[in-house]
């Protein structure tokens, strides 16, 4: 039982491994391709994108004064 137990495990990390090259290799092929055309990612401003995590704020107004 322990036997068949490491073979299986052998086999799914061999798979595992070999899925891995594969799509390190694809990653590596669109990046190429990206490069031989040119093309580039614009920067996050030409996007009109920001920090979406926190809203601005908003002017403070009368109510916002402390009280004297």
Same mark, same amino acid.
């Given at each position: 039982?322990?036997?068949?137990?490491?073979?299986?495990?052998?086999?799914?990390?061999?798979?595992?491994?070999?899925?891995?090259?594969? /799509?390190?290799?694809?990653?590596?092929?669109?990046?190429?391709?990206?490069?031989?055309?040119? =093309?580039?990612?614009?920067?996050?401003?030409?996007?009109?994108?920001?920090?979406?995590? =926190?809203?601005?704020?908003? /002017?403070?107004?009368?109510?916002?004064?402390?009280?004297?």
């Amino acid at each position: 039982m322990i036997f068949a137990s490491s073979v299986a495990t052998r086999a799914l990390l061999a798979v595992d491994h070999l899925l891995n090259l594969a /799509m390190n290799h694809a990653w590596e092929q669109v990046r190429q391709n990206a490069e031989r055309r040119g =093309s580039q990612r614009l920067p996050e401003d030409e996007y009109g994108g920001g920090d979406l995590c =926190s809203p601005e704020r908003p /002017m403070p107004t009368e109510d916002d004064q402390p009280l004297a």
